[in-house]
C-alpha cells in the first residue's frame, strides 16, 4: 500500500467517522444552529406480501415486522435554523402522507425547500406485517430491518445498516457504515459497504459480502455459494458449507474454520492465510506475501502458493491416498504432511535450502540435497513441492 493510498484511506475514515458520529445531522455553516422537533404518528391498512417503500434525506429508519394488519409510522420530525422560532416553524411545516397504490405503500414526506443554514430531518420508526417486502432509502443516516418475510432492500449514502430474522433476497448497501446482518434467509444475499466492517451470521442461501475498506466476520453460512471480498482488511470465516466459496483481500489475513463444500479459493494480496479442519474436492489458496498454514484439511487437489512465506499444510486422516499437490513459494520453506498412504509421483526441489522426507521414495534421477524426485508406491497422486530459497520438508 503506497504512501499517497494510506493517506487517502486515513482521510476518507476520518470523514467518515464524522459524519458518523454527528448522525448526519451537521449541514455545512450549521454549527450552534437551534433545533425544534416533534412527533407524528400515521397508520395505514396494508396487506400481507404487499410492498413498503419509505425515503428519508436525513435521518434514520427502522423497520420492524410484527403480528400486525397495518402500517404504523412514528415520524420524529426535526427543524434547524438561526432561531428556534424559525426552527419550530420548519419542523410544523412537515406533512406525512401514507398512499397506497395497488400492492404499494408509499410514505412521503411533504417539507419546505433546504435553504442556507436551515434543514429538515426526518426519521421513521415502522411497524408493518412481517409479510410485507421492503425497500427503504436514507440519504444520511442508519437502517435496521428485523423480521421480515418477504424482499428486503436497505440502501443509505452513510450510516450503519442491521438486518436480522429476514426470510427473503435481502440487499444491503451502505457507502459509508458498517453492515450487521443475523439470521438471514434468501436465494439471493448481496451485502456492500463502500468503507467499513461487514459481519455477517446464520446465514442461509448463496451470499456476496463486499466492502472497500473493512473486515468481514461470517460464522455460520450454509446453502449456497460463498462469496467474499474486501479491498482492505482482514476476513474471517468459520463453520461454513457451500458449493463454491471465494474470498478475495487484497491486503489483509484470511483465518477460516470448518469449511465444507466443492472447492475453497483464498486469496490475499498481502497477507497470511489460515484453514483449519476443512474438506473440498479442490482448495486453492494463495498470497502474494504472507504465510500459507492449513490443519486437518481434506482435499483431492490442493494449490498453495506464496510470493513470500512458509507453507506448512497437514492432511487430515480422511485425504484420499492419491493427492494431487502443488505447493510452490518464491521465499520461505515449505512442510508436507501428506496422506500416510501416499502414493504417486513426489518432485521436491530448492534453490537454496535442502530437501528432506521421511517416507521411502524410489528415487528417479540424480540424488541432490537440493532436488528429490521419485515415487511413493503405485498410484495417480501427485506432489509438487517448490522453494527459491528455503527447506522442503515432506512427512
Known amino acids: 500500500m503506497n504512501k499517497r493510498h494510506r493517506m487517502f484511506r486515513a482521510i476518507s475514515c476520518c470523514l467518515c467517522l464524522l459524519i458518523m458520529i454527528s448522525g448526519c445531522d451537521i449541514q455545512m455553516g450549521g454549527w450552534g444552529q437551534a433545533k425544534y422537533e416533534r412527533t407524528v404518528q400515521q397508520q395505514a391498512p396494508i396487506n400481507p406480501g404487499s410492498k413498503l417503500c419509505v425515503e428519508t434525506s436525513f435521518g434514520s429508519i427502522t423497520i420492524t415486522g410484527g403480528d400486525v394488519t397495518e402500517c404504523s409510522v412514528i415520524a420524529k420530525i426535526c427543524g434547524r435554523a438561526p432561531t428556534e422560532e424559525e426552527a419550530q416553524l420548519l419542523a410544523e411545516q412537515v406533512t406525512i402522507e401514507l398512499e397506497t397504490v395497488g400492492d404499494t405503500l408509499t410514505i412521503k414526506a411533504d417539507k419546505p425547500p433546504s435553504r442556507n443554514n436551515r434543514s429538515v430531518s426526518i426519521s421513521y420508526d415502522i411497524t408493518v406485517p412481517k409479510q410485507t417486502n421492503i425497500e427503504c432509502v436514507s440519504s444520511c443516516g442508519a437502517i435496521e430491518i428485523a423480521n421480515i418475510k418477504g424482499q428486503a432492500s436497505g440502501k443509505t449514502s452513510s450510516g450503519s445498516i442491521q ?217 495417480s497422486g501427485k506432489l509438487h513441492l517448490q522453494t527459491s530459497s528455503g527447506s522442503i520438508n515432506l512427512q
Not at 256 to 277: N, Q, R
Not at 284 to 306: F, W
Not at 352 to 372: A, C, D, E, N
Open 163 to 379: 438486518a436480522k430474522n429476514i426470510e427473503g433476497p435481502t440487499n444491503l448497501d451502505t457507502s459509508y457504515g458498517s453492515v450487521n446482518c443475523r439470521n438471514i434467509t434468501g436465494d439471493n444475499i448481496i451485502v456492500k459497504s463502500s468503507s467499513g466492517s461487514i459481519t455477517a451470521e446464520i446465514i442461509r442461501g448463496s451470499a456476496q459480502l463486499t466492502t472497500s475498506y473493512g473486515s468481514i466476520t461470517c460464522t455460520d453460512m450454509s446453502d449456497g455459494d460463498i462469496k467474499l471480498k474486501t479491498s482492505s482488511g482482514k476476513i474471517k470465516l468459520s463453520n461454513a458449507s457451500f458449493s463454491d466459496c471465494d474470498v478475495h483481500t487484497s491486503y489483509g489475513s484470511i483465518v477460516s474454520d470448518e469449511l465444507k463444500g466443492k472447492s475453497i479459493k483464498l486469496h490475499s494480496g498481502s497477507g497470511s492465510i489460515s484453514v483449519t479442519e476443512s474438506s473440498a474436492d479442490t482448495t486453492n489458496l494463495s498470497t502474494s506475501y504472507g504465510r500459507i498454514t492449513c490443519r486437518q484439511i481434506t482435499t483431492n487437489e490442493i494449490t498453495a502458493k506464496s510470493g513470500s512465506g512458509n507453507l506448512d499444510i497437514t492432511c487430515s486422516d480422511s485425504t484420499q491416498d492419491e493427492i494431487v499437490a502443488d505447493l510452490v513459494t518464491s521465499y520461505g520453506s515449505i512442510n508436507l504432511t501428506a496422506p500416510q498412504n501416499f502414493a504417486g509421483q513426489v518432485d521436491m526441489s530448492t534453490s537454496y535450502g535442502s530437501v528432506r522426507t521421511s517416507r521411502p521414495i524410489t528415487i528417479s534421477g540424480q540424488i541432490s540435497k537440493k532436488k528429490l524426485s521419485g515415487t511413493i508406491g503405485e498410484g
